[in-house]
Structures are given as C-alpha cells and as structure tokens.
Nanobody, 117 residues
Framework: VQLQASGGGLVQAGGSLRLSCAAS???????????MGWYRQAPGEQRELVAS???????NVADSVKGRFTISRDNVKRTMYLQMNNLKPEDTAVYSC?????????WGQGTQVTVSS
C-alpha cells in the first residue's frame, strides 16, 4: 500500500484547509481493517499525533485541535481526510499520514501547512 497526501497550503489565521490522504495498492477489505492517522511536525519540534481513525470510523483527536479539526475517511475511495477549521499560527507544520494494518506502519509524504497571523 502507498499513501499520497495533499491539500496543504498557506492560509490566514481563522481560515480552513482540507487535507486528503489517498491509499493505493490495497483491496477494500484490507483497507477497512486498517487504522490511519495524521501527524504533524513543526520546525524544531517532535512529531505529534493530530488525529487517528479506525476502519469503522472510531476517532481519536488531540486536545490541541479538538473542536477545530475533524478526521474522516471514505473506505470506498480509500481516502482519509482532515478538515481543519479556525486555523492558528501554531498549527503550522508538515502534516503526514500513515496507515497501520499492513505489517510495518506505512507513511505518505508530508504536506506543508502554513498559517499566517
């Protein structure tokens, strides 16, 4: 399985972005059995979990983004989303997605999110 993340960009504080993470090379039944996650890493900081979602759409969202970010997935499209609203400058980071359930955890490339004040 391979992951392709997209949707990052430059936005003003208070704005919104929607990130996508598309999986390829997997069948539907395997994808439904996977857990996916969004992580972010700001310059000089450690990578942190933003949100995760199981194949049955049970979610876990970091307190720092709760109420502003929503994670979801479309199993038929093999795609996970992160809707980010009311963005703040401290949300600036490289956002990466991963997937668990295919042996070693697989990572997609990151997408840069920059929030200006």
């Amino acid at each position: 399985v391979q992951l392709q993340a997209s949707g990052g960009g430059l936005v003003q504080a208070g704005g919104s972005l929607r990130l996508s993470c598309a999986a390829s090379g997997t069948i539907l039944s395997a994808f439904i059995g996977s857990t996916m996650g969004w992580y972010r890493q700001a310059p000089g900081e450690q990578r942190e979990l933003v949100a995760s979602i199981t194949g049955r759409s049970t979610t876990n969202v970091a307190d720092s983004v709760k109420g502003r970010f929503t994670i979801s997935r479309d199993n038929v499209k093999r795609t996970m989303y992160l809707q980010m609203n009311n963005l703040k400058p401290e949300d600036t980071a490289v956002y990466s997605c991963n997937i668990d359930g295919y042996g070693p955890i697989r990572w997609g490339q990151g997408t840069q999110v920059t929030v200006s004040s």
